[in-house]
């Protein structure tokens, strides 16, 4: 019997199970930055180590801003790298348009996440546990996604996924606020929800939970085990399908 949920944000909510580096290289594609994928790809881990490592993200950032600032970080590296041969107002003008076509895409994708959001919310309590930089809830307010009853963010607890300890959070927050003890909301009542096997199902599966691995296009290099999940889709829409 599933009481209540904890949704993954990025890779689930925002691009429904593409990876953020898929994305990003459609945007590469479309607006003609001429680059191959391998060298691309090195600079989106650059990006995100740069942006895990300073804080490049303030917590009034919302997600275009966040977009531009690891758009700029990618093709600054490449055009240092000596990559991608490309004058500076160039670079910035391509960048901003990578960051601009991203942005429309999760627009897109939010038709069919948010309304899914928003109809469990009414039945299920919900709580994120997600990898973020520190402004998560400017972003949820800037998409109308504010269903949440709390946050666990991996900038603010210092607990990064795949650490099973930032999913118990989650379960410790969910009895926090509908006032149930362990008993009473067992973790195999929770059901977690995510894009990426090793960092959102295996962690969940550790601490108990119940899981939905929305199973998509993935960074392409990970192992994995379809009979972990307890639940296996392909669309955030089919999730309403599981919970009936």
Not at 85 to 108: F, G, H, I, P, T
Not at 162 to 187: H, M, N, T, Y
Request: proline residues 4%; glycine residues 6%; charged residues 25%.
């Amino acid at each position: 019997m599933i009481q209540a949920i904890i949704f993954d944000y990025g890779g689930t909510i925002d691009t429904n199970s593409t990876h953020w580096s898929e994305v990003l290289w459609e945007g590469y594609q479309a607006v003609g930055i001429p680059v191959c994928k391998e060298e691309f790809r090195t600079s989106y881990v650059y990006a995100e180590r740069a942006l895990a490592k300073h804080p490049y993200i303030k917590p009034h950032h919302t997600f275009h801003d966040l977009l531009v600032i690891k758009c700029d970080l990618e093709t600054s590296d490449l055009v240092d790298r000596e990559i991608w041969k490309s004058s500076e107002e160039d670079r910035k003008r391509l960048s901003d348009m990578v960051a601009d076509y991203c942005y429309k895409y999760v627009l897109e994708i939010l038709k069919v996440s948010r309304p899914v959001i928003a109809r469990l919310a009414e039945m299920y309590p919900l709580v994120l546990v997600s990898n973020f930089y520190g402004n998560i809830a400017t972003i949820l307010a800037d998409f109308d996604l504010q269903y949440f009853k709390h946050i666990v963010e991996s900038a603010v607890v210092g607990i990064r996924k795949p650490d099973p300890r930032i999913f118990q959070l989650g379960v410790d927050a969910l009895r926090k606020v509908i006032g149930k003890s362990d008993k009473e909301l067992p973790a195999s009542n929770i059901l977690v929800v995510g894009d990426s096997f090793s960092k959102d199902i295996v962690p969940a599966n550790e601490i108990g939970c119940k899981t939905v691995w929305i199973k998509g296009v993935g960074w392409g290099n990970e192992e994995t085990d379809d009979s972990i999940p307890t639940f296996i889709i392909k669309n955030i829409a089919e999730l309403e399908n599981i919970l009936g």
